[in-house]
């Protein structure tokens, strides 16, 4: 990755902090004076030991750095800046890695950011994808890495003895393989009910700030959006967005449910053992599940 040069990142990075003017009755105060200097020291390290190739000691520097300014508005696009510089430097230090305490490591900060950043300004104001991209990526390698360094738990299996035993055995319990079937059904139905809910919910609220975008005594218009107009538009582009989801989700849930349901019922109902395998099923103009079976 081509990097723009130190002093100029580090110049456009305090600048922009510098003119920030937050309402003092809301606001979060800014930086004091000691932080923003050992936030520029750990920034300045930190590019040192990137450039020198020691990715994971600079991510470790970077993060370090950015948790020197308090999560606020006015220090909102620094952290991110440099956590988005501590992401990629995750990844370039951990790629094809199966150390699982460094990939901990890192998923660990990571997470943090995350989780902090959504405490602060809720689930409306996106992440950075150059954050929550390696984030899962790094996850699904941790997950990955100490499964393959799992031992194996089952028992070896046991030479069979030809001599007769003398004590009866009882035959194991036949399985009941409709359970799962049906409790598949009722979780994914119950899934359809809540997207079906959240496309409610995001609906109303979309339609909310519509009403306050369009409200003559907001004044608002898309060629100049005022802080305030620009929140309402915001806010309902993110509810428009969750009710579409809801939508498109919660018909695929609720018929993938029934379907599993109405096999497990069948199964109980045939008192017979069977055999029945439900899978996804995807074709250019199709997406649905498939069920096949053996009676």
Same mark, same amino acid.
């Given at each position: 990755?081509?990097?723009?040069?130190?002093?100029?990142?580090?110049? !456009?990075?305090?600048?922009?902090?510098?003119?920030?003017?937050?309402?003092?009755?809301?606001?979060?105060?800014?930086?004091?004076?000691?932080?923003?200097?050992?936030?520029?020291?750990?920034?300045?390290?930190?590019? &040192?030991?990137?450039?020198?190739?020691? @990715?994971?000691?600079?991510?470790?520097?970077?993060?370090?750095?950015?948790?020197?300014?308090?999560?606020?508005? +006015? /220090?909102? #696009? /620094?952290?991110?800046?440099?956590?988005?510089? &501590?992401?990629?430097?995750?990844?370039?230090?951990?790629?094809?890695?199966?150390?699982? $305490?460094?990939?901990?490591?890192?998923?660990?900060?990571?997470?943090?950011?995350? %989780?902090?950043?959504?405490? &602060?300004?809720?689930?409306?104001?996106?992440?950075?994808?150059? $954050?929550?991209?390696?984030? %899962? *990526?790094?996850?699904?390698?941790?997950?990955? =890495?100490?499964?393959?360094?799992?031992?194996?738990?089952?028992?070896?299996?046991?030479?069979?003895?030809?001599?007769?035993?003398?004590?009866?055995?009882?035959?194991?319990?036949?399985?009941?393989?409709?359970?799962?079937?049906? $409790?598949?059904?009722?979780?994914? $139905?119950?899934?359809?009910?809540?997207?079906?809910?959240?496309?409610?919910?995001?609906?109303?609220?979309?339609?909310?700030?519509?009403?306050?975008?369009?409200?003559?005594? /907001?004044?608002?218009?898309? +060629? !100049?959006?005022?802080?305030?107009?620009?929140?309402?538009? #915001?806010?309902?582009?993110?509810?428009?967005?969750?009710?579409?989801?809801?939508?498109?989700?919660?018909?695929?849930?609720?018929?993938?449910?029934?379907?599993?349901?109405?096999?497990?019922?069948?199964?109980?109902? +045939?008192?017979?053992? =069977?055999? !029945?395998? *439900?899978?996804?099923?995807?074709?250019?103009? @199709? &997406?649905?599940?498939? *069920?096949?079976?053996?009676?």
């Amino acid at each position: 990755m081509r990097r723009s040069p130190l002093h100029l990142r580090l110049l !456009a990075l305090l600048t922009a902090l510098s003119l920030l003017r937050p309402d003092p009755a809301t606001a979060a105060p800014v930086a004091a004076p000691q932080e923003l200097a050992a936030f520029e020291a750990g920034f300045t390290e930190g590019q &040192a030991q990137y450039d020198r190739g020691e @990715f994971l000691a600079a991510a470790r520097t970077w993060v370090r750095a950015a948790d020197r300014l308090r999560e606020a508005t +006015a /220090n909102r #696009d /620094n952290r991110s800046a440099v956590y988005e510089y &501590a992401a990629d430097a995750f990844i370039r230090g951990l790629t094809g890695s199966n150390d699982p $305490i460094g990939l901990r490591e890192a998923v660990t900060a990571l997470r943090l950011y995350c %989780d902090g950043f959504t405490r &602060a300004y809720g689930t409306e104001t996106p992440i950075s994808a150059r $954050i929550t991209g390696p984030r %899962d *990526v790094l996850e699904r390698q941790l997950v990955e =890495t100490e499964a393959a360094q799992r031992p194996a738990t089952d028992p070896p299996p046991t030479t069979p003895s030809h001599e007769p035993s003398e004590d009866p055995v009882d035959p194991a319990p036949r399985s009941k393989p409709w359970k799962g079937l049906a $409790i598949g059904g009722g979780v994914a $139905i119950g899934l359809g009910v809540g997207a079906a809910v959240l496309a409610g919910v995001g609906g109303a609220r979309g339609r909310s700030f519509e009403a306050k975008f369009d409200d003559p005594a /907001n004044m608002c218009t898309l +060629a !100049a959006q005022s802080a305030q107009c620009a929140e309402f538009y #915001d806010a309902g582009k993110a509810s428009n967005a969750m009710t579409i989801a809801g939508a498109v989700m919660a018909p695929l849930l609720v018929g993938a449910g029934v379907a599993l349901l109405v096999v497990g019922l069948k199964r109980r109902a +045939a008192g017979r053992e =069977t055999q !029945a395998a *439900v899978v996804p099923t995807l074709a250019p103009s @199709f &997406a649905g599940l498939s *069920v096949s079976g053996r009676f």
